[in-house]
Structures are given as C-alpha cells and as structure tokens.
C-alpha cells in the first residue's frame, strides 16, 4: 500500500516509454522531452528503488530482471494513480485526473475536438488520451478496460455495452471534381454501384452502414469493385480526387461541401444514407464525472 504512495508517477511514465522502446531518444521524442530529461528521470527512479533497471551501452538498451519486474506492474501503478486523482477529485466536486477515449475516426476528427477544448477550458486538471480506431476496434478497448468512454458510428452488438445516442449523421456519394457525377444534381443508384470504389477498411462504422443501406436496395456488398480500402477520411477524400474511384463517406467530413478536396458530393436517388453517431460505456461501470461532462459538451451546439 505504501508502495503506490512514494511512486513518482512522471518517473514511471518515463521508464515506461523508454522500456517499452528500448531506447532513450525514441522516449524523449515520444514524451516530448530532451534526452538529458529523460535519462534524468530514469536515474532518479533507480536511486528512488535502489536497483539497476537498464543495462546501457553505446549499442543498445536492455531492461534488467528489476526492470522487466517493475514493467509488469507499471500499468496496474499508472492506472492505480489516475483513478487516485479522479477519486480524490470527484469527492472534492473537481473534474481531474485522466479520461481514456475510444472514437471511431469520424468522431474524432469531426466531432471531438470542439467538445474537448470546451472540456479543456472547464477543466484544466484534466487530461484527457483519445485513441483513434474503428469501430469495432473501440469496443474492444471498451471491453479490455483501456477506454473509459467509447464514440462509435456503427452498430455495436456486444451485450456489455451501453449505447447512448449523441446526433443523427449521413452519408453521401463523393467524386472526382473532374468526374461525370459532377454535373448531376443526384446520381442513379445503378451508374453508382458499376463504378470503382475507395473504401474504408472492414470493421469502420462508415463502411457497415453503407453497405446496411446498398444491401437494403437490393445491391449485394460483395457485387461492388473495390480498388482500394484506406483507414484515413484525408487518405481516402485524396484519393478519390485523384481519380481512383469513388467512396462513400460522412457529410461531417465534409464542412465546405469538399470543393477544397477536388471532390463533389453527390445524393444517391432514392436511397439515404443516415446513422447515428452514439458514446458507448461498459454496462453496469458507474459513468466517470468527466465522461459526464465530455457528453454534455458534446451535446452543446
């Protein structure tokens, strides 16, 4: 118990960084520190214990016995110290500590970033670690206890999970500037599904309600040519203004209508494309406060 007390969390963020890279520079340009500040910290932390935990020389860094012990225990230490912060926070009324985010790459790019600087403002105790993955790669994070809140834009059929609905979104055709869906007002579903198509990689929200919505239209997922599958909205909107083919993406990814990109987006006819954007938590977790309040701000116009 006295061990988690004396522990100086900074030391122990360091040593992990450059344990789990083996390399002093690779963990100051990681942590954003000098190499001096580094190796310091690292040193402070062997005086701190009273033990050896690299064996360095000019060619390389190596964890000692002590080392890879303290490592297999530093994350149970990290994690111990931020639920310390927000515990002593929260009994306080503050908002502090740490807050571990999942968010499918949609929400992170489009939705996130204002309702995190509000929360930032609000709240400058807080540190917030967003993780950018798909779907399917958030509610595994969920279930692994290595995000406290998830963003997801797909559907989630994991029973351990709770979905809150955040805001209603659609998906629309995007094409070459230069391509002939440019001069149509709406695209015929029948010219779309003969084209090329970028898209995201499997497991992303965006591509399983696309292909909910084609398959409910009687077009068959499997049927459409796929030339390429990317896991950036940049990558793909890039790629598509150079011609490859076409893609199915956010309207959110697009807020000035994608004529910056080289790209137009165009309404499929008959066929809408909407989902729902939703924050998913473990079921029965009690909800952090800063989970709390990162929903409000995104609530927030």
Not at 8 to 25: G, I, P, T
Not at 114 to 139: F, I, K, M, S, Y
Request: aromatic share 4%.
């Amino acid at each position: 118990m006295f061990y988690y007390q004396w522990m100086d969390e900074q030391r122990l963020e360091v040593f992990v960084a450059v344990a789990q890279r083996l390399s002093f520079s690779g963990a100051a340009r990681a942590l954003h520190l000098s190499q001096p500040a580094v190796s310091q910290q690292v040193a402070a932390l062997e005086r701190e214990l009273g033990t050896q935990l690299f064996e360095r020389s000019t060619r390389r860094v190596r964890l000692t016995a002590a080392g890879a012990a303290l490592l297999a225990r530093a994350g149970t230490l990290l994690r111990d110290h931020a639920e310390a912060r927000r515990a002593v926070a929260a009994a306080d009324g503050r908002i502090a500590g740490e807050l571990d985010v999942a968010a499918s790459l949609t929400v992170a790019a489009y939705l996130l970033p204002p309702a995190l600087a509000r929360l930032a403002a609000g709240h400058p105790d807080l540190r917030v670690r967003v993780t950018v993955e798909n779907t399917e790669q958030v509610a595994v994070a969920l279930l692994e206890g290595r995000a406290d809140v998830g963003f997801v834009e797909g559907d989630l059929s994991a029973p351990e999970l709770v979905l809150q609905p955040l805001r209603d979104d659609e998906l629309v055709l995007i094409a070459s500037a230069d391509h002939r869906f440019a001069a149509q007002d709406e695209v015929a579903l029948e010219d779309v599904v003969r084209e090329p198509f970028v898209l995201r990689e499997p497991g992303s929200g965006t591509r399983q309600v696309a292909e909910a919505h084609l398959a409910g239209a009687g077009v068959d997922p499997a049927s459409l040519r796929v030339v390429a599958e990317l896991s950036g909205i940049d990558a793909i909107k890039a790629t598509v203004a150079a011609g490859l083919g076409v893609s199915i993406i956010s309207r959110s990814a697009l807020p000035r209508g994608g004529s910056a990109w080289g790209i137009v987006a165009r309404p499929i006819r008959g066929l809408r494309m909407t989902r729902r954007f939703a924050a998913a938590t473990v079921r029965g977790a009690p909800p952090l406060p800063a989970t709390r309040q990162l929903l409000v701000e995104l609530a927030t116009p």
